[in-house]
């Protein structure tokens, strides 16, 4: 699976973004889809995770009630809808991908995006 990361950008504190990843090469719908982050002098951490239908979902607390992920499988592609931005969210956000079930807590995903930039103005 080839996965694409778009929409990071700059917005002000309490904005909102979207982002997109694109997923080609395989059957999207085989795989768990997770968003991750990774800020500068921090590891990554797992933002949402979604379920191959997407009846499933994970949040890490830091974003609960603000971030909605959701997945398009007609159009291979998962979201991550970001209301309320702060600027600790401020991070690069990877897509990633994972035959298995996974949770936030998952170590080994298949396949990775390159990153999309999130930049939060205070």
């Known amino acids: 699976v080839q996965l694409q990361a778009s929409g990071g950008g700059l917005v002000q504190a309490g904005g909102s973004l979207r982002l997109s990843c694109a997923a080609s090469g395989r059957t999207f719908s085989n795989y768990f889809m997770g968003w991750f982050r990774q800020a500068p002098g921090n590891e990554r951490e797992a933002v949402a995770v979604i379920s191959w239908g997407g009846g499933t979902t994970y949040y890490v607390d830091s974003v609960k009630g603000r971030f909605t992920i959701s997945r398009d499988n007609t159009k291979n592609t998962m979201y991550l809808q970001m209301n309320n931005l702060k600027p600790e969210d401020m991070a690069v956000y990877y897509c990633?991908?994972?035959?298995?079930?996974?949770?936030?807590?998952?170590?080994?995903?298949?396949?990775w995006g390159h990153g999309t930039q999130v930049t939060v103005s205070s």
């Open positions: 990633a991908a994972r035959r298995g079930a996974a949770g936030l807590g998952s170590r080994e995903w298949d396949y």
